[in-house]
């Protein structure tokens, strides 16, 4: 008896041990609070009343207020809702903890023994239901976000069946095209730096070698001013106005020109 209720202890323990394993036992510990509500495939809400951002994706937005949700909004919302809906959660927060509209930046993870232990914002990337997006002030664990991308887009899991999702190339891209969005392209020559929207200015701008896009490259970023012309990648960030707005290390992905 004593034997079998020793080895149940360390069962526990281990387990326990597990679920803070990996990044998010480097995070700082935040609230706990149990889903009441999900906007979207990357917000949702607590019984606390505060509202929480999953940091490190990008979701299909529902557009709520003015227009029809994005392509798999609704297949996203539900994939976080039948993940998290009436559980208990805990924040983590790996940097910034709230935004301008006081959400929560944080990663979530399940707290409760209704179902199975998810680190929810890994999971959604891994089931297809988000893209990788990264901010600096909150991209600490962000390298195992973008195995999990991966892993999602090598099986088409989610979106990654959706033509709207999959890389788009620069030369498709006008002065009208505006987004998150994957642009497949092969790096130019510098372009002249704009000053920033929001006072910060951009680190360099580099064309695509068929000059339908600028790539702004921000300070956060700024190692990648040193890709040589000729290189080909995917560059991820906001797209408005013929220019991309690059943010993070992470935004970029080599790529041979035979992929």
Not at 94 to 112: K, N, S
Not at 174 to 200: C, H, K, Q, W
């Amino acid at each position: 008896m004593r034997k079998g209720l020793a080895h149940a202890i360390a069962a526990l323990l281990i387990v326990t041990a597990c679920g803070r394993a990996g990044p998010l036992s480097d995070m700082e510990p935040g609230e706990r609070g149990r889903v009441v509500r999900i906007i979207d495939g990357d917000a949702l809400v607590l019984d606390t009343g505060q509202s929480v951002r999953l940091v490190g994706l990008e979701a299909p937005a529902m557009n709520w207020r003015n227009n029809d949700p994005d392509p798999f909004a609704e297949d996203a919302s539900r994939m976080l809702e039948d993940m998290v809906m009436g559980r208990e959660v805990r924040l983590f927060y790996p940097g910034l903890t709230r935004d301008r509209y006081d959400r929560a930046l944080a990663h979530v993870e399940t707290a409760d023994a209704k179902g199975p232990h998810v680190w929810v914002n890994e999971e959604m990337l891994r089931r297809g239901g988000a893209r990788l997006r990264v901010y600096p002030d909150t991209s600490a664990g962000s390298d195992t976000l973008v195995q999990a991308e991966r892993q999602a887009r090598s099986d088409r899991s989610g979106l990654w069946k959706d033509a709207a999702y999959l890389p788009l190339k620069a030369s498709a891209i006008n002065l009208d095209t505006r987004g998150f969005l994957i642009v497949l392209a092969e790096l130019g020559g510098e372009e002249s730096v704009p000053e920033g929207n929001y006072g910060a200015r951009p680190a360099c701008a580099r064309s695509t070698a068929d000059r339908a896009l600028v790539i702004d490259i921000a300070r956060s970023a700024e190692t990648l001013c040193n890709l040589p012309v000729g290189v080909v990648g995917e560059f991820r960030g906001w797209v408005s106005g013929g220019r991309l707005d690059l943010v993070h290390p992470l935004h970029f992905k080599s790529q041979s020109p035979e992929d």
